[in-house]
Nanobody
Framework: QVQLAESGGGLVQPGGSLRLSCAAS????????MGWYRQAPGKERELVAE???????NYADSVKDRFTISRDNAKNTVYLQMNSLKPEDTAIYYC??????????????WGEGTLVTVSA
């Protein structure tokens, strides 16, 4: 079994910053891609950013130059630094990790989500 634990969401004013964290634990052999997705009310879940095991990153156009994704492989943790937040960034943010388990199964795991609200 593998569990993902997210933290860092909350209420922030426009222009503010938040840092999300997501830590994986359990029967992990290795973690491949780590990423963050979000789902706003009435909209489909969308990719925000992802980071490969080698460190290469990919961002949604809407967050480029404002958000930064990073990973700490020793801690099995992915971070999302969000700056210059806008009301349209309001959503539930989910982390996702592609994990090779100790039984050598490759499984996509999702966190339960953390709410980010950007409002004055």
């Amino acid at each position: 079994q593998v569990q993902l634990a997210e933290s860092g969401g909350g209420l922030v004013q426009p222009g503010g910053s938040l840092r999300l964290s997501c830590a994986a634990s359990g029967n992990i052999f290795t973690i491949n891609t780590m990423g963050w997705y979000r789902q706003a009310p009435g909209k489909e879940r969308e990719l925000v950013a992802e980071v490969a095991v080698g460190g290469s990153t990919n961002y949604a156009d809407s967050v480029k130059d404002r958000f930064t994704i990073s990973r700490d492989n020793a801690k099995n943790t992915v971070y999302l630094q969000m700056n210059s937040l806008k009301p349209e960034d309001t959503a539930i943010y989910y982390c996702k990790m592609i994990i090779t388990t100790t039984r050598f199964n490759i499984i996509h795991y999702w966190g339960e989500g953390t709410l980010v609200t950007v409002s004055a």
